[in-house]
Every structure is written in C-alpha cells, then in structure tokens.
C-alpha cells in the first residue's frame, strides 16, 4: 500500500460493458485509500456517486431538453435502435452502415468533449489516467500522468497481421476473407481516420496507428479476455500488455431471486440476455421468447430498455434490468449476444454459450466461443426453432464441456483479474510519485 493515496481518473466508454470493468477495478481501488474520480457521460449522474465514487460529468454533444433524466447510456441505446436493420447484413457490409457511423459518432464526441475533459483533468490532478473506449481523448494523453489504456472489447482490437481483423467474426484458422474485409474497412473509414489523426495531432498528441482511432500507452495497456481463448500464440504483445482474464464487479442487488428448478425432471436453467442495446430490438426479443416458450427448460430474461414492450412466457422471469453477476453461478446455459463483458463472466463462471451475435465484437466473440469449443453460434435472424431448441438441448446435456468449463472457471477466479488490474494501476501510480518526488 503506497504511503500516500492515489488520485485515479477513470473514463469509460458510455456503455455498461466498459462502465462496469471500471466499477470493478475503481471499487477496489477505492477500497485500499485511493481517490477515485469518474470522468462519465452525463447520463450517468448520480449513478456513479452512488457507489462512493466522486463524478464529473461530460456531455459528448451539445445538451438536449430532458437530457438530464436520460437512462445511463441513452444515447447508444437510440443509436442502436434506430441502425437495428443493418444487423441483418453480413458483418463485411456493417462496416459502411453500421461500424463507420458508430465510429464517426465516437469521434465526434471526443472532439465536442475536449474542453470539458481539459478542465477536469486540470481540477482533479491525477497521478494516473485510466481510459476504457475505442476511441482516444487527447486531454487524456496528454494529462501529464500515465495513462492506461483498457480493451474491455474483443482482443481483436490490438490488430495482428496473424489473426482476423476486428468486427469481422471471421475464422481464426482460415485468412481468405481477411484482406477483403480490411479492405473494405480502410475504404470505409480512412477519411474519418484522416480527420481524426489530424485533429489529434492539433491537440499535442501523438498520431494514431495506422487505420486506429486509439493510442497505445507507452505505460500500461490492460484487455479483458481468458487465456485460454486468447490470440496470444499468433499475435505476441509487448511487455506493456497485461490480460485480465476476467474482470467481475460485486453487485449490491441481491434482490432478485433466481427460480427453482427441478433437475430431476431434466429441465434446464437458462440466462437470456442481448444486453442493454441488443435488447432494444424488440422484434428479435419477441421472436426469441416465442421460440424458447415452447421448450421444458426455465428462462431468466435481460429485457432492457423496452421491457414495457415485451410480454414474457409462462416458463420465463425477468426484469428490465438484473444483477447479472449474481444470476450466473446457478444457469446452465447463458444465450447472449457475445459482448466482451457477458462473455468473459460467462467464462468466469464456467457457463456454456448459444450465441446469436449482433454487431460490433459480438461476431468476433461468437465466433471465438465457437472454434474454441465452449459454445455455438448460430445466426441470429435466421436460425430456426429447432436449431435453436436443438443447440439448447446439446449444451445443457454435453458434460464433457461442462467439465471443461468448470476447470476453466477455476483458473479464470485465481487470476482474479479485477486485483490484478488495481495492483498494476496502483503500481504505475506510485512509481510515478516515487520518480517525481527525486
């Protein structure tokens, strides 16, 4: 424990996946001494101060009437909603409808928010910066302290000419596709790139890799992903790097209670969840508990932000939002749509995977779980009934996997990768303290 505490500025992406890794490891932090302050999207008031930690708010655009009693993350929420038909095309054709305007609204939040993050990093002080986005923020790098980049998305991210390229969900064993779809994506994004490089550059910051729109830090980079499914045998990563292979915040609610189930009578426990964004396709949602209805086994359902739209089954509970965390340890199969979080606390807690993947990393995910052999994708628009009954029935009855799972569970909770993470941070804060005070 350093002499002295620690001044922490944590910035997550506005989104929960991102948001709750930094929950987990600033709780910790915050639990040895340390000041933790969030830098978050307005949205996210009061939400974070609730928790002990100190806030300061940034607005991505320009305050619209009612925006202060948005729901955390809104804006995604909308922006998902509003893109849901593009999910329906192959992953190569998301990049112009989908990945490209999701990264143009990243960046343009970056830029409207540089003042703002300016004047907070001048306010607070921090002897180390901790960033969880896919976009950088130039205050951020140049803040004067060491700055932690975190990937709490598919490790696909930190590019490798040896594996696939990001967003893609394309097979790690065969590369035919990989040039054309990384062709696609620097004719989809490289204007948007440029602009941004540019305006960074402007800011006092380093240029960007190539075809990226975020920085490496030179001090200490952290991503989220089991070694057991890592890509680290093709694509080594410098001694900055440091895997965490899961990253599992306490949840205080322990209010939800998680139904019975008779294994005696062959039924199986399962977890649904599209997250808070997937599940904004309430089409998809209904679609998936009028297949999942007609089965023997239980349901828990994530309905999210349009639960009010959603009419659940007899062999169904659910809420609009649930202390995942806590439901996990007693499923026997989670169907979710691969984000890097319900992933690796799947993993965490040893559970098997039906994955119906939406965008983003979730393809990468899906596919992972897939050739890995601890779950199964299937398409997430047109599979049918028996396939998706059938993939159910395969999982939950499967004990070798289920065997595998457990071992992996057990390695996965010794690394504590939430520990992991505080120690790395605390250390690089106060070897800096240390190296300034000389």
């Not at 609204?105 to 830029?111: E, F, I, Q, W, Y």
């Not at 009419?311 to 995942?324: H, I, S, T, W």
């Amino acid at each position: 424990m350093p002499q002295l505490p620690l001044t922490v500025l944590l910035m997550p992406e506005s989104a929960y996946g991102p948001t709750n890794n930094c929950i987990g490891i600033g709780t910790v932090l915050m639990g040895r001494g340390h000041r933790v302050v969030f830098a978050a999207e307005a949205s996210w008031r009061g939400r974070l101060e609730a928790r002990g930690f100190e806030e300061r708010m940034v607005d991505l655009a320009p305050p619209s009437e009612g925006s202060s009693s948005q729901d955390a993350g809104q804006f995604w929420k909308d922006f998902v909603r509003d893109t849901a038909p593009v999910f329906r095309r192959p992953t190569v054709e998301q990049l112009a409808g989908f990945v490209q305007p999701t990264f143009e609204a990243l960046v343009d939040g970056a830029m409207y928010c540089e003042p703002q993050l300016r004047e907070i990093v001048s306010e607070v002080r921090p002897d180390v910066v901790v960033e969880d986005n896919v976009v950088s923020f130039p205050a951020l790098m140049t803040s004067g302290s060491p700055f932690v980049r975190v990937v709490s998305c598919n490790p696909l991210e930190v590019r490798g000419d040896r594996i696939p390229p990001p967003y893609s969900g394309l097979p790690a064993a065969s590369s035919e596709e990989w040039d054309a779809f990384r062709r696609e994506f620097a004719r989809t994004h490289r204007l948007l790139w440029e602009r941004f490089n540019g305006w960074v550059q402007q800011q006092g910051a380093p240029a960007l890799p190539e075809l990226e729109f975020m920085h490496t830090s030179p001090d200490l980079n952290l991503y989220v992903y089991p070694e057991d499914i890592d890509y680290a045998d093709v694509r080594p990563l410098d001694p900055t790097w440091h895997r965490l292979d899961s990253s599992v915040r306490e949840v205080e609610d322990g209010s939800f209670e998680v139904p019975y189930v008779d294994e005696d009578a062959g039924t199986a426990l399962v977890y649904l969840s599209l997250g808070s964004l997937g599940s904004a396709d309430v089409d998809l949602m209904r679609r998936l508990i009028e297949m999942l209805s007609t089965t023997p086994h239980r349901y828990i359902v994530s309905m999210g932000p349009c639960h009010d739209e959603l009419a659940l089954a007899d062999n169904m509970v659910g809420a609009e939002f649930l202390p995942q965390t806590r439901i996990l340890p007693f499923v026997d199969l989670v169907i979710t749509h691969g984000g890097n979080n319900t992933t690796t606390e799947a993993l965490h807690f040893g559970k098997p995977m039906l994955v119906l993947p939406l965008f983003w990393d979730q393809y990468d995910n899906a596919q992972r779980l897939h050739e890995t052999g601890l779950g199964v994708r299937l398409d997430t628009y047109t599979c049918s009934k028996d396939d998706l009954n059938s993939t159910i029935d395969r999982l939950v009855n499967d004990d070798a996997l289920r065997g595998r799972l457990a071992d992996l569970s057990r390695r996965i909770q010794a690394r504590d990768g939430v520990t992991r993470a505080a120690d790395l941070i605390e250390e690089l804060g106060s070897r800096r303290r240390r190296s300034r005070q000389r």
